[in-house]
């Protein structure tokens, strides 16, 4: 009773009642997923997170506005520097209106303590069970490899059987190849496992070294498999090309499908892609023994059979891919899906074309009936860069239903198509929440790799953009990309899908200890114990590298 006279007695109006909060306050419904958290208009670090959240909630609950009718709107976001940037509370209030109500106040700094010691654990205990665990963000490690030059790296991460995570980082110079790593989360110990140029048997060749693995690892028969692809480019006209060789060195020499024995920690070198084309992306067929993959830049579908060990070129499907400018550019696609049942492999085209490689015919053809030209993922010129057009980013396939689910990269919709039908389902926007309520595309031109199915065989885990907002805008990044890359500043956010019952849970923009973003996210494993991986730019003594994160897990999705 003394802390609300003394409440009373400094605000404007003592008559006024409070505010409770209510249900529509803390969840909503959007189709079949009820949405319990807030409206996250913006996200901060996660020490002041919590600075604000304080201030958030003496505003909620006790402070009226002199300005407009009664007590604070909610939905605006409080902030510690300027008005309307800060963090997603679950008791916003507006910076301008509690400046002007409270802070002449003398006795603003004994009600801020009372209010918090008082109110705030009582509203949090009332409301934590509407509330999703850890609303507001996670926080992620960065580890240190000890390769300096590590650049952006895509896919190039897995989980194996042995309970460890493989991971490649990429490089973009004519001098260092992408380096390969294993790390133990039980010892959290990292081994370096050797260096790709040197693994594909190309070290002292002095050529355009093996730069980057684009690809996931495949395990089968007690060995990874994987592939190798070119970092080193030259920029034409906006657009990457294969680089030029510097003087004294020799082109790149193609990129390779490659082993990795678990038992002995031996590297195989399998084969050498056609044409001096790197190796953009690939899957396998552990039943039949075949590796798939797509060369980069032109788009030749190939395969290498581990029985008979030859290698065998389909030729193209997608014009001449991202080789040219004009009517034969085509995006490639980056990523092919087996079906188990019938060894077919599906990809598709900036065009929205899905093709099968028939494995019982060894040819690949164009699904008639069904394509990805769907008005929800948008309207695209395929013979234009900066997009992956009506191209999937990136899909797997889900057994229990046999189909494939994926997601389309530029609109960030989840969708399910069925090879037997054939039939494309767009089941859900899984983008981060302030994406869905921004109403735009986020800011990787190409949209996201980090897609894929948990340890449980059930749930989709996703590493996804969403925007920052200062002084209550939306920070924008440039119009137009003629590349895959980041447009702009944005966060990164861990979507899961529980696909069993369609339940969506965005957990929060991800932070390193010290307040930085993660930033070039295109990859992702989940571990044994639920962890999730991936590779992230990090500034560290001022210089910026990429290396391994890992989100403690496990993560709950249902």
């Known amino acids: 009773m003394h802390l609300f006279n003394l409440i009373k007695s400094n605000i404007k109006d003592p008559d006024a009642s409070l505010p409770l909060p209510t249900e529509n306050d803390m969840s909503a419904n959007v189709g079949k997923r009820p949405l319990t958290r807030p409206r996250p208009?913006?996200?901060?670090?996660?020490?002041?997170?919590?600075?604000?959240?304080?201030?958030?909630?003496?505003?909620?609950?006790?402070?009226?506005?002199?300005?407009?009718?009664?007590?604070?709107?909610?939905?605006?976001?409080?902030?510690r520097g300027e008005p309307g940037e800060g963090f997603p509370s679950i008791f916003p209030c507006h910076i301008a209106k509690l400046r002007t109500t409270v802070l002449q106040s003398s006795a603003f700094t004994l009600i801020l303590l009372c209010i918090v010691l008082t109110v705030f654990p009582q509203a949090r205990a009332q409301n934590s069970a509407q509330q999703s665990p850890d609303i507001s963000h996670l926080t992620a490690k960065i580890y240190n490899s000890g390769f300096p030059q590590a650049h952006d790296s895509y896919n190039g991460i897995s989980a194996a059987s042995d309970g460890k995570i493989y991971y490649v980082l990429s490089s973009q110079t004519v001098d260092a190849g992408a380096q390969v790593y294993s790390f133990d989360p039980k010892t959290e110990t990292i081994q370096h496992l050797g260096d790709l140029t040197e693994i594909c048997g190309e070290k002292g060749l002095k050529a355009i070294p093996q730069n980057k693995s684009h690809v996931r690892f495949w395990e089968g028969n007690g060995k990874l498999y994987f592939a190798s692809h070119i970092g080193y480019y030259t920029i034409r006209n906006g657009m990457e090309t294969p680089g030029v060789p510097p003087p004294g060195y020799k082109p790149y020499p193609g990129g390779h499908f490659l082993s990795y024995d678990l038992s002995t920690g031996k590297f195989e070198n399998l084969a050498l892609a056609p044409r001096n084309e790197g190796i953009i992306a690939m899957t396998m067929d552990p039943a039949r023994g075949r590796l798939y993959g797509e060369t980069w830049p032109t788009g030749y579908f190939i395969y290498y059979d581990l029985h008979t060990r030859q290698l065998k070129d389909l030729g193209l499907h997608a014009a001449l891919g991202e080789s040219v400018r004009g009517p034969q550019y085509r995006?490639?696609?980056?990523?092919?899906?087996?079906?188990?049942?019938?060894?077919?492999?599906?990809?598709?085209?900036?065009?929205?074309?899905?093709?099968?490689?028939?494995?019982?015919?060894?040819?690949?053809?164009?699904?008639?009936?069904?394509?990805?030209?769907?008005?929800?993922?948008?309207?695209?010129?395929?013979?234009?860069?900066?997009?992956?057009?009506?191209?999937?980013?990136?899909?797997?396939?889900?057994?229990?239903?046999?189909?494939?689910?994926?997601?389309?990269?530029?609109?960030?919709?989840?969708?399910?198509?069925?090879?037997?039908?054939?039939?494309?389902?767009?089941?859900?926007?899984?983008?981060?929440?302030?994406?869905?309520?921004?109403?735009?595309?986020?800011?990787?031109?190409?949209?996201?790799?980090?897609?894929?199915?948990?340890?449980?065989?059930?749930?989709?885990y996703y590493l996804t953009g969403g925007p920052i907002y200062r002084q209550g805008r939306r920070v924008a990044g440039k119009a137009v990309a003629l590349k895959g890359e980041s447009k702009g500043e944005e966060d990164l956010h861990l979507i899961t899908y529980y696909i069993p019952t369609g339940k969506y849970i965005d957990h929060g923009a991800i932070f390193f200890p010290d307040g930085q973003r993660p930033k070039e996210v295109n990859s992702i494993a989940v571990g044994l114990d639920g962890s999730v991986y991936a590779l992230a730019a990090v500034i560290q003594n001022g210089q910026s590298r990429t290396d391994l994160m890992q989100i403690p897990g496990p993560i709950a999705s249902h």
């Open 331 to 460: 995006t490639l696609c980056r990523s092919l899906v087996v079906d188990p049942r019938d060894g077919s492999v599906y990809f598709t085209s900036a065009d929205g074309f899905i093709f099968r490689y028939r494995y019982d015919r060894d040819a690949v053809e164009k699904i008639e009936g069904e394509d990805m030209r769907k008005d929800y993922f948008g309207v695209y010129d395929p013979t234009s860069s900066g997009t992956m057009g009506y191209n999937w980013r990136q899909a797997i396939w889900y057994s229990p239903e046999n189909m494939v689910y994926g997601v389309h990269g530029n609109s960030g919709y989840l969708f399910r198509f069925d090879p037997r039908m054939p039939r494309v389902e767009v089941l859900d926007r899984i983008t981060s929440l302030p994406s869905q309520r921004s109403g735009m595309y986020d800011e990787f031109s190409y949209g996201y790799l980090g897609f894929i199915l948990g340890p449980d065989g059930k749930t989709l």
């Open 41 to 79: 208009s913006a996200t901060l670090s996660p020490w002041r997170g919590k600075h604000n959240l304080a201030l958030g909630m003496l505003a909620k609950y006790v402070i009226p506005s002199p300005v407009g009718r009664g007590w604070l709107a909610t939905g605006a976001v409080i902030s």
